[in-house]
């Protein structure tokens, strides 16, 4: 997409929340590697899912700084929903706690910090809202685990699903780029979901688990 036409999908669609803004600005400025940080359209786009999905129970792998967590958390619509995020750097927890404290959606969202296969096992919750956001090299087992905390009706949403176009690229063979294509590979054979990716961003795949 040119520069140019993102500026211009960004002037009418829902305008960015304030606290989101000063979040962004702040990633770029404070962490590294804030490229991660879903931003503005992305983070609209997760809003309307949810909002379409209407969600009671979402769980996020990989919380970053805690942008998409947010905009998740945005769109629930049941008065009893709740995002769960989990996040493995525990060097980022202080930095996602002073964002979710100035958020109008804090009282939304339960923060873990460890590693996502240890918590989702301890979760033992079935989610209604899937997130796949965490190491790209784990895609297939997040995509298991998932699949067995994910009630029948219920919907996963996978990001960095066409990492970059190098999931085409036969000279990629980096273990990301082979852990997204082996659940791309997943996703695409296993007859219990419904699934498409969406060329936003960096890819993303929306599935349907049948049940
Ligand atoms: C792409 S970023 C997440 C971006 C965030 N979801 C957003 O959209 O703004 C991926 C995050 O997953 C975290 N991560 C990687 N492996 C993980 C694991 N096993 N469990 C939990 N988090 C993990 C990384 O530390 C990183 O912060």
């Known amino acids: 997409m040119t520069e140019e036409l993102e500026k211009y999908i960004l002037q009418h669609i829902d305008a960015e929340p304030e606290h989101l803004r000063r979040l962004d600005r ?26 379409m999905i209407n969600p009671r129970l979402v769980l996020e792998l990989g919380t970053y700084s805690g942008y998409a967590t947010q905009c998740l958390a945005e769109g629930l619509l049941h008065d009893e929903a709740h ?19 100035q958020s109008p959606v804090r009282d939304r969202i339960t923060l873990h910090i460890g590693d996502a296969v240890d918590i989702l ?3 033992n919750q079935q989610f209604d809202l899937i997130y796949i956001d965490a190491n790209k090299r784990d895609y297939t087992t997040y995509y298991d685990l998932a699949m067995a905390h994910l009630r029948p009706g219920g919907y996963i ?43 936003l961003r960096d890819g993303l795949t929306i599935i349907r688990y049948s049940g």
């Open 157 to 199: 949403i996978a990001d960095n699903t066409l990492w970059d176009g190098k999931v085409t690229d036969p000279a990629c063979h980096d273990a990301q780029t082979r852990g997204i294509r082996a659940f791309n590979d997943r996703v695409a054979s296993d007859p219990r979901v419904e699934r498409v990716i969406l060329p």
């Open 121 to 123: 096992r301890q979760l």
């Open 26 to 51: 702040d990633t770029h400025v404070r962490l590294l590697y804030a490229r991660m940080c879903s931003g503005h359209l992305q983070g609209r786009m997760l809003k309307m899912l949810v909002r």
């Open 83 to 101: 995002v769960h995020t989990i996040e493995i750097e525990d060097e980022l927890e202080d930095f996602i706690s002073q964002h979710l404290a």
